[in-house]
């Protein structure tokens, strides 16, 4: 296809769309559009080593300088710009600065976090998914701040173990009894939550937030956090950590499908949304995964977004040769000195653990659907797990995985 391609999200799967479209020698137009006014940039240390990183500041996690994005895709960069609605009978996605044509779209708009009621009337509360939300944390820890995380996912927890590695005391708030259960399972969510305990966090499960308390004599600063149980935990610091949205409410009206309950575009295997050439990849879709019975999944992971966002312009280029998105599902997650590591999905009807060494710091465990291995997490355990990843791209049996393993 040489007309114009259209990328709507200048993160992680729209940097790697516009990558790929010129690797494949796309020659047309090329327009990124992203709303932040930052360059694309890498997430997952925002929560990481750009919470943690001392004298000498945090390391710049831009992808590419501009003039790189310029010269190398010869690309029409749109920074600052938000795609505000869709005509796809005309071919138009509107934005805040006028309309643009395309002949093929691939959507990368993300997810954007949820937050708690009076948040944004208080300084020292905040989300993290920006360069500016980090920032921000940053600054509040570097002032020494008493840290309350609400939320034990893996964004709240890295946030904690980042605190934790500056000395400052944390507390976690999880509303379920154990954290991580839809991530990795009730029995392997206990085991990670054991980190916290290890390393100093306070991690207090099945507890209910029911405000937000702030000063107003304190020029409305957060003071501290309102539980269920009538008392008020202090807090300078308050990170909410309770998951994310899919960012589609510009496409209302457009005629996509989309998900009942989160939003997120429903997209076949092969990432296209039943629109004339649109396109969607990364966290803001949802694709019915063909090594695991068609199970539609939405995922919030990097290798994802960025292997997502390359075949959605491939195909989105030449549907006549699309491929299916089928990688084995992967995300990792560092905690204190620790790397969680996960492959395949969650669901299983049983969870085994396979290294002698749950209750020391590493161990490995094995998911199991049916008759199938479809998942393994490890912490501390690089080599091992991406064994286990190709075991699951081959479809292997359970009893394969228990061999391969040394477990009868
Ligand atoms: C702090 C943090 C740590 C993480 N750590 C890990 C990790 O350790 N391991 C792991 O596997 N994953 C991690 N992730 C997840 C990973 O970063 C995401 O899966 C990935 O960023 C998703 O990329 P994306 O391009 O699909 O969406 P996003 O990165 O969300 O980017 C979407 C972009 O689209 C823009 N946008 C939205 N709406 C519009 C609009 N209407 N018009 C124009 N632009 C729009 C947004 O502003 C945003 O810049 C982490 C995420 C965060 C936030």
Known sequence: ??????????????????????????????????????????????????????????????????????????????????????????????????????????????????????????????????????????????????????????????????????????TVLEALPVPLVRAVGEEMGRACAELHRAHGTELRCGVKVTGLVGSSSSGGTVTGVALDDGSVLPADLVVVGTGVTPCTGWLAGSGLRLHERDGGIICDQTLATGLPGVYAAGDVAHFPHPLFDGLLMRLEHWTNASEQGMLAARNALDPAEAKPSASVPYFWSDWYDSRIQFVGIPAADEIRVVSEELGEDKFLALYRRGDRLTGCISIDRPAQIMKYRRMIMKSATWPEALEFAGVT
């Open 1 to 170: 296809m040489t007309g114009r391609l259209v990328i709507v999200g200048a993160s992680l799967a729209g940097l790697r769309a516009a990558q790929a479209a010129r690797r494949a020698g796309h020659s047309g137009p090329l327009t990124l559009v992203g709303g932040e006014e930052h360059l694309p940039y890498d997430r997952p240390p925002l929560s990481k080593d750009y919470l943690v990183a001392g004298d000498d500041g945090p390391e710049d996690p831009t992808y590419r300088t501009e003039d790189q994005l310029r010269d190398e895709l010869e690309l029409d960069l749109r920074l600052g710009t938000w795609a505000t609605g869709l005509d796809a009978a005309r071919k138009v996605v509107e934005l805040d600065e006028g309309a643009l044509e395309y002949d093929a779209l691939v959507i990368a708009t993300g997810a954007a976090p949820r937050t708690l009621p009076g948040a944004s009337e208080l300084a020292g509360v905040h989300t993290l998914r920006t360069l500016d939300d980090a920032v921000a944390i940053r600054a509040a820890l570097d002032a020494g701040a008493r840290t309350v995380v609400v939320g034990a996912g893996f964004i709240g927890s890295e946030v904690a173990s980042s605190a934790r590695k500056r000395g400052l005391p944390v």
